[in-house]
């Protein structure tokens, strides 16, 4: 079977890593069809829950989910040629063509046996995880920027994709977390490629949902926590708590010489919460004296950020950032106090910040010599888009324009919210399309106008292409325009097609033909 899906081109692993009755050992469960010695010997080529892009000879784990259900696909993933399939239900059966493991929890299943698969590939990286609803992204990138100043080699996980060592691939997928298959063939490939730090953007999703269940974290970061995802968790305190889960997972990771550590924004209001989840020590940052490490007399100029950082009662040593943004210098500080924790001198991660280039996507400039300012941001809740307004204001001499929307499918108790940031904070509003899905994209716009409108009436143009060039064209000199809400992301999806998009590229596309 494994010979012909060769022959065919198909991309599986070129060896198997595991043996199912070595896998069926991990979940210390039984097999319900029973398991002969030839089955337990048998080679498995890879763990998915996916059946569009299930290989043969792969481990089949059948995870229910919000639309639908992995085990309606049982029959599919036989017909690909599984080697076997994991279920929560008794009463679902492979025809006897394969071995059937039952399972009460098949999401922890898909971690557990695609961390085992891949070798705990974790156990051989120092592993710092970052959460928070605002800023994992850029403060995943500055974190492996400070450890690599240590001198060692760095890869990370996140929200716009994966870096390992000098290698990059794209996320073509709206996730911040991949699913286990994905996480852990990452994490290996860091190894195999002799990389010593792993930075994970760690999302609530992820946590919630066990994909980070079997990471072996030794420093676990938040940047803040306002409200978001509330479609998921139920409540913001169930978010809050879900995001807890990575402070207390220190205590479960392997020793690899180095101390657990919980480094934690202490001017966020639930501070708190996360210093006492923390197994292990904790590291405080933030703009008063309290914290560890303090960031005092901000600067923000068009050419970036200055600032000083004192740890522990030091001197202030300066700081420089060529990024826009106050909010930046919380989540500079994040990566300096992750930098600290794995033993890189703070005047050494001061100065990979300062080289530091940014964010593709996050308050990013587009110059095509127009005669106004536009900046492509990925801000998609009212707290990050109000501080993005607030960051281009002083840096605006005529009026600042927004184009922005909010995702279908997800948290819609935000979107008023952030059509009354906007209008507090910007002088003109363009309305459209983020990732409407399988929802109305004008009721999505209605919804957000609700919240705008007793201080402004905003223009609701679904067709995003659409509304940045009406944006354009409005514009006057001096004005300043934020694109939000795509930054980096590389589709829009919609119910039953996913459009290609490039907001940088859209932009200057836009600008030139103006």
């Not at 006492?276 to 309290?290: D, E």
Request: include cysteine.
């Amino acid at each position: 079977m494994v010979a012909a899906a060769k022959e065919q081109g198909t991309l599986i692993p070129p060896e198997p890593r595991s043996t199912l009755g070595a896998l069926a050992q991990e979940l210390g469960a039984g097999w319900a069809n029973g398991l002969s010695s030839d089955q337990a010997a048998a080679p498995v080529f890879g763990v998915s829950a996916d059946t569009r892009t299930l290989q043969p000879g792969e481990l089949f784990v059948a995870v229910p989910g919000d639309k639908v259900d992995g085990a309606d696909f049982v029959e599919r993933a036989v017909e690909l040629g599984c080697s076997a399939v994991v279920v929560e239900s008794a009463d679902v059966h492979a025809g006897g063509c394969v071995p059937v493991l039952h399972t009460d929890d098949a999401r922890l299943a898909l971690s557990r046996l695609s961390a085992a698969y891949w070798g705990r590939p974790s156990r051989e990286l120092k592993v710092v995880g970052i959460t928070g609803t605002d800023g994992k992204t850029t403060t995943t990138y500055m974190t492996s920027a400070v450890l690599g100043a240590a001198g060692g080699a760095t890869g990370f996980i996140s929200t716009t994709g994966v870096k390992i060592g000098a290698q990059w691939s794209p996320n073509a997928v709206h996730i911040t977390t991949p699913f286990p298959p994905d996480l852990h063939r990452a994490l290996r490939a860091m190894v195999d490629a002799g990389i010593e730090y792993a930075v994970v953007e760690s999302s609530s999703h992820g946590l919630r949902l066990a994909r980070l269940a079997d990471v072996e974290y030794d420093v676990a970061v938040l940047t803040n926590v306002t409200s978001e995802h509330l479609e998921l968790h139920g409540t913001l305190e169930q978010y809050r708590l879900d995001k807890a889960k990575l402070f207390a997972m220190l205590g479960r990771s392997v020793e690899k010489g180095v101390g657990k550590t919980g480094v934690v924004n202490a001017d966020d209001p639930h501070a708190d919460l996360y210093l006492r989840a923390t197994a292990g020590r904790t590291l405080t940052y933030g703009t008063y004296r309290h914290a560890d490490v303090v960031a005092e007399r901000v600067v923000q100029s068009a050419d970036g950020l200055r600032f000083n950082v004192s740890y522990d009662g030091s001197d202030p040593a300066p700081a420089t950032l060529t990024m826009l943004g106050p909010f930046n210098v919380y989540n500079a500080l994040a990566a300096l106090c992750a930098g600290l924790a794995l033993g890189v001198p703070l005047a050494d991660g001061l100065d990979a910040l300062a080289r530091f280039e940014g964010v593709p996507g996050r308050m990013q400039r587009v110059d095509e010599g127009q005669p106004f300012g536009v900046v492509v941001d990925y801000t998609h809740t009212a707290k990050s888009l109000e501080a993005a307004l607030r960051t281009l204001r002083p840096l605006t001499l005529g009026r600042l324009i927004v184009v922005f929307g909010s995702a279908g499918e997800r948290d819609t108790a935000k979107r008023p919210e952030m059509g009354r940031v906007a209008a507090v904070h910007a002088d003109e509003l363009f309305l459209t399309n983020e990732d409407p899905r399988g929802e109305d994209e004008r009721q999505i716009l209605r919804e957000i106008a609700a919240g705008a409108q007793l201080n402004r009436t905003p223009t609701l143009i679904p067709s995003r292409r659409e509304a940045i060039y009406e944006a354009f064209r409005s514009a006057v000199p001096g004005d300043m325009i934020l694109l939000a809400g795509k930054g980096h992301e590389s589709s829009i999806e919609f119910s039953d097609h996913t459009e290609p998009w490039n907001e940088v590229e859209v932009a200057r596309e836009l600008l030139r033909l103006l």
